[in-house]
């Protein structure tokens, strides 16, 4: 079935630092979303990225579609202590089957 | 508007009890699904519904039922909880029938302990 890894598991920046989680998808993906959990919270939409190459940008924010629609990255540049959370990638495959497959998300700490 | 409302908040179980887990958006989404998040494996998705009448299987459905007999209401039913249930479970819906289209919007989450 279709599998959504996403690398690093965590990472530590000291504040001002970029930091940056991949993600990529066993089979080819009609789209992938991305969100954002707080500790103790629940996760919350960030942006879904639709067509091959897509790059959209929030802020500090760059979020990355690949050309063959089976990786994703986010960038942030110049992290600050709000940016701390969990980050995921979801994606949705090709055929309507209604499942939106999550990676393992990256766990991001800034120390300020 | 509430959103997506999950009761109860937190939950302890002993090993063999069942229970249900309740789900609840007030926004009229047409989809609605189950995930469970555990340390270092992410969001997995249980079961989902692409509309009243409708459920399907996720990617870890065993020990796990679920119904739509309405839009609003998507419970989560544990017949013989294992320790291995324990985790922190979460509703989440979307506007449209598949959630290609539109995002999901999460509840704020139970957490059950099945000792």
């Known amino acids: 079935g279709q599998q959504v890894m996403q690398i690093p598991q965590y990472q530590h920046v000291q504040e001002g630092e970029d930091f940056t989680t991949y993600c990529n998808s066993s089979t080819t993906l009609s789209n992938i979303q991305w969100y954002k959990q707080r500790p103790g919270g629940h996760p919350v939409f960030l942006i879904q990225l639709v067509k091959s190459g897509e790059v959209k940008k929030q802020k500090r924010l760059t979020f990355q579609f690949g050309e063959a629609k089976k990786n994703s990255s986010l960038h942030i540049t110049a992290t600050q202590t709000t940016d701390v959370g969990t980050y995921f990638c979801?994606?949705?495959?090709?055929?309507?089957?209604?499942?939106?497959?999550f990676g393992q998300g990256t766990t991001l700490q800034v120390k300020p | 508007n509430a959103g997506v409302t999950q009761t109860p908040k937190f939950q302890v179980l002993k090993t063999g009890q069942s229970m249900t887990l309740q789900c609840a958006q007030d926004m009229n989404h047409e989809y609605m699904s189950w995930y469970r998040q555990d340390p270092g494996m992410g969001l997995r998705l249980i079961h989902y519904?692409?509309?009243?009448?409708?459920?399907d299987q996720g990617e870890v459905p065993n020990g796990y039922n679920v119904s739509r007999s309405t839009t609003e209401d998507f419970p989560l039913r544990l017949l013989s909880a294992a320790p291995s249930q324990t985790s922190v479970y979460f509703c989440?819906?979307?506007?449209?029938?598949?959630?290609?289209?539109?995002?999901?919007?999460f509840g704020n989450g139970t957490r059950l302990t099945v000792t």
């Open positions: 989440a819906s979307s506007y449209s029938r598949f959630p290609r289209d539109s995002p999901l919007h």
């Open positions: 519904s692409v509309g009243a009448g409708i459920t």
């Open positions: 979801a994606g949705y495959g090709s055929s309507n089957t209604g499942k939106l497959i």
